[in-house]
Structure formats: C-alpha cells, structure tokens
C-alpha cells in the first residue's frame, strides 16, 4: 500500500507501529530543488510513484507530446520494450494510429544500456529481440525509443525491422537528445561517447538506417514532467507549502545546465 514519498532530506523510521519523521536536512539556501529527470525517462519502473505522481503517467504524456511536436504519416506505432511503452501508447492515442507489436523481447537478457562495450552491447541487442513480422510486414512503422545515447543499440533494431518486411522505419524518441555526462551518480558515458556530439548526429537517421529521427524537445519532456504537479498545486494551494510546490527537474545530462557549481 502507498502510503507517501520520503521527503528530499528527510530522515524517517518505520517501526511496525507507525512511521517517524527523525529530522529533514535542509537544502543548502540557493539550492534549487532538482529532482533526476531521466528517472521519468528510463531508470525508474512504471509503476515508480515520484513528487505524487506515476512514472507511467509521465512517459504517456511524454509520448502524447511527441505526437504533437512530430507526427509522421505511417500505418501503426510500436515500440523498443519496454521502457518506451507508456510513451508509444501516448503517441499512438494522440495521433490516431494503432499501438501494434513489433518486437518480441528475451527477458533473460539485462539492460544493454550498462554493458561496457559496443559490441556486447550489439550482441545483446541481437539476443533481445525477436520480430513479429505479420504484424507489420509491408507497413510504414513509427518505432518510439524512449533514449538514444550511443546510436548503436537501435542500429540492429532497425536493421532487423527492415529485413523482415517493414516498409519504413521511422524513431521518434520520447527524451531530448542526451549531451552530457552525469556527474551525480547516473552511469551515462563520457562526452564524446554520445551519439548527441558526434559529427553522425548531423545525419542521424542515415546513420542508424531509419526514415527519420525526431526527438522530443526539452521544453516538451519538462512540461511533461510537471504538468500533474502544476494541477495538483491550481487545485490545492496548501501544496505550495510543501517540498511539491518547489518545482525543480535537474536536466544536465540534456542542457549542460547543472544544479550545483563543479568543482573538478
């Protein structure tokens, strides 16, 4: 049973009579409150419940906002399961089109993102997926990716879509294009390893072998983000009060814009 977040700071003790707040360590003053927000897009699972809201919820609007910022002409939406699925449902319902498998996934296989090097990376990618051909075998396919932060997982992907009948392959990726590193933790290669600064991401879709690559703007994945907690604070004003009515999403990886000063 949900009972509610633990506070940025805070310092709680569960006994099995109740919960205990011990103390909250204050934000240093000046610190802006800068909540992960690739945790929206990949790390967390769906059913994650951050600042009063449901991951799954955020990465179906995220999904819904890609449609709207670019649609494309095709015959149905799919999806690299399973982290992009709440945003390919999102933009299958907001543009109309039908949400249809594609891909089947090994779940025996971990998460190609971590693995050390591309060619493991690629195998893995290769060991992951089988193919639904008859479902869309002879159509235009819009492939919702929720990241793209090497280019070369989605590569083989593409590669496998077109050799079993698909017409087009079009990524529409559900996170802005990933730049820099994270210095807070999150494991996100090193500057030049990004796809996002290489001089291919100037003819991305050739490179990865797709129609076309848009990516959703940052603009677009914030207002995502905060669009249920901006609701909640218009309906409720006694949140202002509380740590939610301190809107903050650290974007460094995707702006460059860090929440605290670097040292080294």
């Given amino acids: 049973r949900y009972y509610r977040e633990v506070l940025p700071g805070e310092i709680v003790k569960i006994s099995r009579h109740d919960v205990q707040t011990l103390d909250v360590v204050r934000r240093p003053e000046g610190d802006p409150s800068a909540f992960c927000i690739f945790e929206y897009v990949y790390f967390a699972r769906p ?19 890609l449609a709207i910022e670019a649609p494309v002409e095709a015959d149905l939406v799919s999806t690299v399961p399973e982290s992009a699925t709440p945003a390919a449902l999102g933009y299958a319902q907001k543009c109309g089109l039908p949400y249809v498998e594609v891909l089947c996934k090994n779940r025996y296989v971990g998460r190609t993102f971590i693995q050390p090097n591309m060619r493991l990376r690629q195998l893995g990618v290769a060991k992951k997926f089988g193919v639904l ?12 990716d929720d990241s793209i932060v090497r280019g070369n997982t989605i590569s083989p992907i593409i590669k496998l879509l077109r050799e079993s009948g698909a017409k087009e392959v079009h990524i529409r990726v559900a996170s802005p294009p990933i730049r820099f590193p994270c210095y807070m933790g999150i494991n996100i290669p ?3 390893e990004l796809i ?46 509380s740590f939610i009515g301190k809107l903050g999403h650290c974007t460094a990886c995707l702006t460059g814009d860090y929440p605290v000063e670097l040292e080294w």
């Fill in 133 to 144: 051909s008859d479902n869309f075998k002879g159509k235009r396919v819009v492939i919702i």
């Fill in 47 to 65: 059913d994650s419940i951050f600042e009063g809201q449901m991951v799954y919820s955020v990465r179906r609007r995220c999904g819904q906002q």
């Fill in 190 to 192: 090193t500057k030049e």
């Fill in 196 to 241: 996002a600064n290489r001089p291919e991401f100037h003819d991305l879709a050739n490179y990865i072998g797709a129609d076309s690559v848009v990516y959703l703007s940052v603009e677009g994945l914030v207002s995502s983000v905060q669009e249920s907690i901006k609701a909640r604070q218009d309906n409720n004003p006694k949140t202002q009060k």
